[in-house]
């Protein structure tokens, strides 16, 4: 990483530079692994606080985690890092509170006492001041606006005010019980999402982003703009297990944009494939993001059906931006990479094959109805004990030996379903006491304890962030403001679907700039969400419909944190980088408008075209639809399509692009019929042409 891409990693990531290398830092390294252990114990039910304890528990450690580490990592003076210590001692105080007092509280609910009231305005301020230093002012902003409302809001006008709530109530809902920062969003952090981040954590530390690009640039590497086409791939793969999309810009991109560039990518278009191609990886199955988990449990459904109406419109998605660097690379005449000097996929399958089992074993255990709490543990064990194991294997003397002890740690693994979590523990703890006997071992002990301090620190801005998030639901639950704003879209959409899906689409882009992935989802879905299911559009849909401009938010002015994540790195400005994102990210725009209006993109029921030509036949039609629609935008941006177009062309392209976008009456024959028109022209100046 060059020093410009470190610093502006600090910049997106203040603990982007890990633990300090000095005592504090190193005290803070094995709080951070008492954090990880801590979870994976409450996750395998090694511990069962309720679950209030365990959210308030979390929270705190969160703050007794985060407000040192932020002082060292931002390079506070004594005083600085004296007031961050005394805001993490009463972080851990709170949350001791909330233990010691959990029965009493349960008793005086509705009538908190002096001492409760100033417990919870010190989580308040202690939650508000972790979120700035970590993430800026944008979501403490947003928070502190509807902490407002709540208290102030009965003076506002009508429709916008409300009845009045005293300071104790308000106090009491947002520090206290399930309904504030202790709500879903915080213990989805403690549960799920914390123990997908140690999962990915661990992989990465194992070498799966290695596996993932050596197989991107085997695969697609020699193709016409195969250096694009690594990025989108391999970031791709990387959304499979990570849960951040301006990280996986500052990993893979340290790697993609420079080669982009190297083979003649303008350094704004190779920022703005990487950047769309790492939030991309927030809508790829199965992690995406975690969202999944916290749309399951928010819209009570199985896992299975978020991913089944997420994974066309992701796999649209990546297609879209391989189409567009694509069409770039032709523009520019921009060739592959020798074969002779790209690592070979087959090879790095052969000698990686292994990392992808606890993926493959995720995935089926989501799809087999598990919960997600359990498929994560299941599959954080096996990538623990397959790590632990290949370091004992490597020592055995012979293939024989090897093959027998691999045989026994399959058998301990699957003895996990029939005796439980003690087995893996148990073997764990044995592969532990071979690994520290000798060398080799005990750097992959390193790497372990590496890991666990490495989710717990990557674990951070997440969880800081949902438990504010709660402040917010915390509000709409306390003042129905959500139901405000959901009238004025419903009273719009009576007129116009279309406007108020505009309308909608505006409100998630500006909630979700400059806030992470789970927080942008879950403010965007509490406000704009019930709107749109009250004009008819399904579920899923609707809250899909608000996750991906949440994401998008991160590739659009003004703020586009991916972008500017990219931008060191391809030296180049971040709204350049930004205006680029915007065309590759094509399939983002247009897939959740088509979703609306015909369901089956997403494979839901419902919709006018699926009960006239039947679900699969609308399935077929709309997918078939939505490629040429994204074929046509890649056209008329790009500009080129076998040859340069000339302006006309490129405009009757966005035509016919849009309205088969639109789903309104006659759009589609309109489209189709402006489709075989440009086909036409082509045909015949080819013709002409080769005369």
């Known amino acids: 990483m060059d020093k410009e891409a470190a610093v502006d990693a600090v910049v997106h990531d203040p603990l982007a530079d890990g633990f300090p290398h000095s005592r504090e830092g190193r005290v803070l390294f094995w709080l951070a692994v008492a954090f990880s252990v801590w979870q994976i114990a409450f996750a395998a039910h090694v511990i069962n606080p309720s679950s209030q304890i365990a959210r308030a528990v979390h929270v705190g450690f969160l703050l007794a985690l985060g407000f040192p580490l932020l002082s060292l990592a931002k390079g506070y003076g004594p005083l600085g890092r004296s007031v961050a210590y005394l805001l993490a001692a009463g972080g851990v105080a709170v949350a001791a509170y909330q233990w010691i007092e959990y029965t009493p509280l349960l008793l005086r609910a509705g009538d908190p006492n002096t001492l409760d009231l100033v417990v919870g305005v010190v989580l308040l301020i202690t939650v508000f001041t972790a979120?700035?230093?970590?993430?800026?002012?944008?979501?403490?902003?947003?928070?502190?606006?509807?902490?407002?409302?709540?208290?102030?809001?009965?003076?506002?006008?009508?429709?916008?005010?409300?009845?009045?709530?005293?300071?104790?109530?308000?106090?009491?809902?947002?520090?206290?019980?399930?309904?504030?920062?202790y709500g879903i969003p915080t213990y989805v952090s403690a549960t799920y999402i914390f123990l997908f981040i140690l999962f990915g954590s661990f992989l990465e530390k194992a070498g799966?982003?290695?596996?993932?690009?050596?197989?991107?640039?085997?695969?697609?590497?020699?193709?016409?703009?195969?250096?694009?086409?690594?990025?989108?791939?391999?970031?791709?793969?990387?959304?499979?297990?990570?849960?951040?999309?301006?990280?996986?810009?500052?990993?893979?991109?340290?790697?993609?944009?420079?080669?982009?560039?190297?083979?003649?990518?303008?350094?704004?278009?190779a920022g703005g494939v990487e950047a769309t191609s790492s939030m991309g990886g927030q809508i790829m199955p199965p992690v995406m993001g975690a969202v999944a988990f916290i749309m399951a449990e928010t819209l009570g459904v199985d896992y299975v059906e978020v991913v089944k109406a997420a994974l066309i419109p992701a796999i649209l998605y990546f297609a879209g931006a391989f189409w567009m660097v694509h069409l770039e690379a032709g523009k520019r005449d921009l060739r592959g990479l020798a074969k002779s000097e790209l690592p070979s996929p087959r090879k790095a399958l052969k000698e990686g094959w292994y990392l992808l089992?606890?993926?493959?074993?995720?995935?089926?255990?989501?799809?087999?109805?598990?919960?997600?709490?359990?498929?994560?543990?299941?599959?954080?064990?096996?990538?623990?004990?397959?790590?632990?194991?290949?370091?004992?294997?490597?020592?055995?003397?012979?293939?024989?030996?090897?093959?027998?002890?691999?045989?026994?740690?399959?058998?301990?693994?699957?003895?996990?379903?029939?005796?439980?979590?003690?087995?893996?523990?148990?073997?764990?703890?044995?592969?532990?006491?071979?690994?520290?006997?000798?060398?080799?071992?005990?750097?992959?002990?390193?790497?372990?304890?590496?890991?666990?301090?490495?989710?717990?620190?990557?674990?951070?801005?997440?969880?800081?962030?949902?438990?504010?998030?709660?402040?917010?639901?915390?509000?709409?639950?306390?003042?129905?403001?959500?139901?405000?704003?959901g009238q004025f879209i419903v009273g719009v959409g009576k007129s116009s679907l279309f406007l108020s899906l505009i309308l909608t689409m505006i409100t998630c882009i500006v909630l979700g700039m400059g806030i992470p992935t789970i927080p942008n989802y879950i403010i965007t879905s509490s406000i704009a969400g019930p709107a749109l299911l009250d004009l008819g559009v399904p579920l899923i849909v609707s809250h899909m419909f608000v996750f991906y401009f949440g994401i998008l938010a991160d590739l659009t002015p003004p703020v586009a944190l991916a972008c500017f994540a990219a931008a060191p790195i391809a030296k180049e400005s971040g709204l350049r980088i930004s205006f680029e994102a915007i065309k590759v990210a094509a399939a983002g725009f247009v897939v959740p408008f088509m979703a609306v209006y015909t369901p089956a993109l997403m494979l839901q029921d419902g919709g006018p075209?699926?009960?006239?030509?039947?679900?699969?036949?609308?399935?077929?039609?709309?997918?078939?639809?939505?490629?040429?629609?994204?074929?046509l935008w890649g056209v008329a941006v790009i500009g080129w399509l076998g040859r340069p177009l000339a302006l006309w062309e490129r405009a009757l392209a966005m035509v016919a692009g849009f309205t088969l976008i639109a789903a309104l009456p006659l759009t589609d024959e309109i489209g189709f019929a402006l489709v075989a028109g440009f086909g036409a022209t082509l045909w015949l100046r080819r013709t002409r042409a080769a005369a």
């Open 357 to 485: 089992l606890p993926l493959a074993v995720l995935v089926y255990l989501l799809f087999s109805g598990y919960t997600p709490l359990f498929a994560g543990t299941v599959g954080l064990s096996l990538t623990g004990l397959l790590i632990l194991g290949g370091s004992v294997a490597l020592g055995l003397p012979n293939q024989v030996l090897r093959m027998i002890f691999w045989v026994v740690i399959a058998l301990v693994a699957a003895a996990f379903f029939e005796i439980g979590i003690w087995a893996v523990l148990g073997a764990v703890a044995v592969l532990v006491a071979i690994n520290a006997f000798n060398k080799g071992g005990r750097e992959t002990l390193a790497i372990c304890r590496d890991s666990l301090a490495d989710g717990a620190r990557t674990a951070l801005p997440v969880g800081i962030a949902c438990a504010l998030v709660g402040v917010i639901i915390g509000v709409m639950t306390l003042t129905g403001a959500a139901t405000t704003f």
């Open 131 to 181: 979120a700035w230093m970590l993430m800026g002012p944008a979501l403490p902003i947003i928070a502190g606006t509807f902490f407002a409302y709540a208290m102030f809001g009965q003076y506002l006008p009508s429709p916008l005010n409300h009845r009045g709530y005293a300071f104790e109530q308000v106090i009491e809902q947002m520090s206290f019980g399930t309904e504030g920062i």
């Open 208 to 269: 799966m982003i290695k596996l993932f690009t050596d197989v991107s640039l085997g695969m697609v590497g020699h193709k016409m703009g195969g250096a694009a086409k690594v990025s989108v791939l391999s970031s791709g793969l990387m959304g499979t297990i990570s849960g951040s999309g301006v990280a996986n810009v500052v990993t893979t991109g340290q790697f993609t944009i420079p080669l982009m560039k190297r083979f003649g990518y303008r350094p704004a278009f």
């Open 609 to 631: 075209l699926a009960a006239e030509i039947g679900y699969w036949p609308a399935v077929a039609y709309v997918i078939i639809k939505a490629l040429l629609a994204l074929a």
